[in-house]
């Protein structure tokens, strides 16, 4: 791997890793960079997962070396950040403040920052040809629909999509994560290989951490209406978190310990 570009990609993940403990915790340094209003807790802590996912997927390719497995964190950028740069630039044309106009443009650089990862990462080689294992594949493709589900329900601001309440410009903006979310679990079945797998899961693994617990804790004490939402939802955040375990730290083929080495001639 380029070492410039592994540093410059270990020091976004470590930004990333440290903003999700910020938002975690609601730290208004970190909160208020966010323009727009009616967030609760736990959308703080959604936001937090999001960003400790992203941390987590850019980590697993760096550890295990894999510049290829790459493009699916930058497809991951470019499918949040571009509809989130143009429901900024709609928000600002309809009134809203500079800060949101700002929010905007940093959007825009870091849409631009996937496109030129994905244009360097696409054409470099597979390190490995451990091949994706058959629960993951399935695994892959429910969660691909139930993302693109429940993210186009959010982004048509669709009521009582997610266990909680939300403003519908967040409904609209968690939407898009969804969908980016689809799109990268999406890219991994293109390439049916472990390595182009790993990072997915890592992702998931981290954003189930973050949110297990406030959810476990929230089933007894939710709203009728919202409890059927809470249990699929922990049941998926559960499941999905085991399946992550076990081929990132047991799986023989798969864990990231020891580091794996290159099996592709010429990686």
């Known amino acids: 791997m380029n070492r410039p570009i592994r540093s410059v990609l270990a020091v976004i993940a470590a930004v990333q890793a440290i903003l999700a403990v910020l938002w975690a915790f609601q730290v208004p340094l970190a909160v208020d960079l966010w323009p727009f209003p009616g967030r609760s807790p736990l959308s703080n802590l959604f936001i ?7 941390a987590a997927s850019t980590a697993w390719c760096l550890w295990v070396r894999s510049d290829r497995a790459l493009a699916g964190v930058a497809l991951d950028y470019i499918a949040i950040l571009v ?16 800060q949101v106009a700002v929010f905007a443009v940093v959007c825009v650089v870091g849409a631009l920052v996937g496109v030129g990862l994905l244009r360097w990462s696409i054409g470099r080689p597979w390190r490995s040809s451990t091949p994706l294992p058959r629960p ?3 695994a892959f493709i429910v969660f691909v629909i139930a993302l693109v589900v429940v993210g186009g329900r959010l982004v ?34 293109l390439d ?39 249990a699929i939802y922990t049941a998926i955040v559960a499941l999905s978190g085991i399946l992550a375990i ?10 990231i310990w020891p580091r794996p080495p290159a099996d592709v001639p010429g990686a």
Do not use: C, K
Request: charged share 10%; glycine share 8%; no cysteine.
């Open 156 to 189: 048509i601001q669709a009521p009582q999509t997610l266990p909680w309440e939300i403003t519908p410009e967040l409904s609209t903006l968690f939407g898009f994560m969804f969908i980016g979310a689809a799109a990268y679990f999406a890219y991994g079945l």
């Open 83 to 98: 509809p989130f740069a143009a429901f900024s630039f709609l928000q600002v044309a309809g009134g809203a403040d500079q």
């Open 246 to 255: 076990y081929y990132l730290v047991i799986h023989v083929e798969t864990r």
């Open 48 to 54: 937090a997962s999001i960003f400790l996912a992203a």
């Open 136 to 138: 993951v594949r399935w």
């Open 192 to 230: 049916q290989r472990w390595e182009n797998a790993g990072g997915q899961l890592a992702g998931f693994l981290a954003y189930d951490v973050v949110l297990i617990v406030p959810f476990i804790v929230r089933l007894p004490t939710i709203e009728a209406a919202l409890l059927p939402h809470l």
